[in-house]
């Protein structure tokens, strides 16, 4: 198959929106991270998503809609959804919802429940819309690597794979979207993001989440929702997360640091690894968010040996960050 990369041009944009409707698969921009999208109703069409990424069938996908009435079709939009929906569509946030007879088994990895979401950029609008069909849409990546957050990082995982790429720039996010239940009394986040717990828990009155945020789930377990487990946002490397005051830290990594390896440190962090191989992760939780995943791939490409980690605070946006660091780590997690 020929990749081909394209600037978002409206008649590119309809060209990629014939390619999905003709049962193709089509990379392209959203606020969080790149996805790869195909007509999420067309079984085989859905079927080739998870053949270009090598993604377990058993992994559900996101339906992403550009609107309310089109995510009605899909599925039965409590009073809740609706509530969060005017708050946070479009923006990254997913819903996990009973589905309707319309959606395929494939697509939902053969749950009862869907999950939809409204994109936030421009491009994913009006691709949903000149395809006239939801768009089924995984991030844009081989299975296990890290997120994309730019075409090249689609080109470089993907090429030959798919047949188009709109190129639309850096991710605004960086990190994929919250996914929360919304099938049962109290909503319970599965998938940290941007939308945090304690803003749901603002709006709805409380918000749970799920033990499976920060823990590792059985390859035999129930995961209801994408990125819960199997191995995710991994570089090549081994990384290892070190809980403790940034002095202790920066202690037990000097003392175990070795030719080859990288470190990742907040921005305020820096001077403890004078001399050695650091990159920033920013001044916040939502700079981290933002460069998390250009950071892995930059390991990569550096051929790092091991890559160790600071660890954030485990709440609003740095319960996300900490989130796809564990399961970049695969969980390995130091405290000192």
């Keep these: 198959m020929l990749t081909s990369l394209l600037a978002c041009t409206d008649a590119n944009i309809r060209k990629a929106a ?22 999420g109703l067309d079984k085989t069409a859905v079927a080739s998503i998870f053949s270009a990424k090598q993604r377990p069938a058993d992994n559900p996908l996101i339906l992403h809609v550009n609107s309310i009435s089109q995510a009605e079709t899909l599925c039965d939009f409590t009073a809740n ?70 075409a090249k990082h ?26 929360i239940d919304m099938t049962s009394n109290i909503p319970c986040i599965y998938r940290p993001g941007a939308v945090t ?30 990125g819960m487990r199997h191995r995710h946002y991994a570089p090549k490397a081994p990384m290892c997360l070190i809980k403790g005051k940034p002095e202790a830290i920066a202690r037990y990594i000097r003392d175990n640091i070795q030719s080859g390896d990288y470190i990742l440190a907040m921005e305020e962090n820096l001077h403890f690894y004078e001399g050695l191989p650091v990159e920033s992760m920013g001044k916040n939780a939502q700079e981290a968010a933002h460069r998390l995943f250009y950071l892995l791939r930059q390991m990569d490409e550096r051929n790092a040996k091991r890559i160790f980690t600071e660890t954030l605070p485990e709440n609003g946006l740095g319960l996300a960050v900490m989130n796809r660091l564990a399961r970049a780590a695969s969980f390995h997690i130091v405290s000192v």
């Design 81 to 150: 959804a609706k509530t969060l929906a005017k708050l946070y569509w479009p923006g990254p946030l997913t819903m996990l919802l009973n589905k309707k007879s319309i959606v395929p088994d494939i697509t939902t990895a053969k749950l009862k429940t869907v999950a939809v979401r409204m994109p936030r950029h421009p491009v994913a609008l009006k691709l949903i819309e000149y395809s006239s069909c939801p768009i089924a849409a995984p991030s844009a990546n081989r299975s296990g690597k890290p997120s994309p957050t730019t």
């Design 197 to 226: 717990p304690e803003e749901i828990s603002m709006v709805l009155g409380e918000c749970e989440v799920s033990t499976g945020v920060m823990m590792d789930i059985p390859q035999n377990a129930h995961a209801p929702s994408p």
């Design 154 to 179: 689609v080109f470089d995982d993907l090429n030959g794979r798919v047949n188009y790429i709109l190129d639309g720039g850096s991710s605004e996010v960086g990190l994929e979207s919250t996914v």
């Design 18 to 39: 014939d390619c999905i409707r003709d049962g193709g698969l089509v990379a392209f921009p959203t606020e969080t991270v790149y996805g790869l999208g195909a007509n």
